[in-house]
């Protein structure tokens, strides 16, 4: 019997690890959601991006918000998200360059605090609608020779209103998580 109950908490605690992850900051530990993070990508030409260098293109914030409900914790959106983008390019080998650089990188953050979610309950015909506000960021790599896109990834996932700590590693999370599809 303890051992049939040893496992059942062993496997608890196996599912609630999938939905969240755990960082060190300041000597805290940090638990975050990421079950509802949602990362993709597409590679629409080869390239070899061997010791090839970057620039930043235009970054965008798109937040739609008809009833003034956007409550976001206080942190530069565009800041930090070039500052995670660069630790995780570097990581792979590839260097930011003021002059001139081989690829450009862009992003865009659209949050949309109108977003529904419907759902249909047992054998009624009616569906009911609810408030689920989501955000996305899409990052896209391109050629500065040729302007043309070369890989793009996005993330989805629900807004939630968390404190500061938190938005910032799921948002660290995400890119992470996008840009480990990157091609090498």
Not at 6 to 13: A, E, K
Not at 40 to 60: I, L, M, R
Not at 99 to 119: E, H, L, R
Not at 135 to 161: E, P, R
């Amino acid at each position: 019997m303890l051992k049939i109950i040893s496992l059942t908490i062993l496997g608890l605690l196996f599912l609630n690890a999938c939905s969240h992850s755990l960082s060190y900051v300041d000597g805290n530990i940090v638990r975050y959601p990421t079950k509802d993070i949602k990362v993709n990508s597409k590679q629409y030409k080869t390239y070899s991006y061997d010791k090839k260098t970057y620039q930043w293109a235009k970054a965008a914030t798109k937040i739609n918000d008809p009833d003034s409900k956007w409550s976001t914790p206080e942190y530069d959106f565009e800041s930090f998200t070039k500052k995670t983008i660069k630790q995780n390019m570097k990581k792979k080998g590839m260097k930011y360059s003021n002059d001139s650089a081989d690829i450009i990188i862009s992003f865009g953050i659209d949050i949309n605090m109108a977003a529904q979610k419907y759902f249909l309950f047992g054998n009624s015909d009616g569906n009911l609608a609810a408030p689920a506000p989501k955000g996305a960021l899409t990052i896209v790599v391109a050629n500065k020779k040729s302007n043309a896109v070369i890989w793009t990834a996005w993330a989805t996932a629900d807004y939630k209103k968390l404190d500061k700590q938190i938005a910032k590693k799921r948002m660290e999370y995400a890119i992470s998580e996008m840009l480990a599809k990157f091609p090498n």
